[in-house]
């Protein structure tokens, strides 16, 4: 199944303007380090918790290598979301130099 995705030079472009960026690592994961502002949500509680994300806009979906992340975006697109998935997830963003924080 096809599903849009972007590198993460161009989620780091678009994350400069104020793009939203759904997380769906495990918690654990996501406490040691996250993009600033982006929404943890666990791949597994994404269907309870749609409410949550924005209808009005894109959501660019990150993990830790972009597998879990394109689940999500097949999901959220077959439930009228604007999902795009990031092809390399958090994993390349730190190998690129981009910021983390940590914590939750």
């Known amino acids: 199944m096809s599903y849009p995705e972007i590198d993460v030079a161009e989620l780091e472009r ?3 303007d104020g793009s939203f960026v759904l997380d769906v690592r495990e918690p654990e994961e996501w406490e040691a380090g996250h993009l600033a502002g982006s929404l943890h949500i666990p791949l597994a509680t994404i269907p309870d918790r749609l409410e949550e994300l924005p209808g009005d806009q894109t ?4 993990c830790a290598r972009g597998g879990r992340s394109a689940q999500a975006v097949q999901f959220l697109n077959a439930n009228s979301f604007a999902a795009v998935n990031v092809a390399g997830g958090v994993v390349e963003w730190t190998d690129l130099g981009y910021p983390l924080e940590t914590g939750f």
């Open 14 to 16: 678009r994350w400069q």
């Open 59 to 62: 959501v660019y979906v990150v």
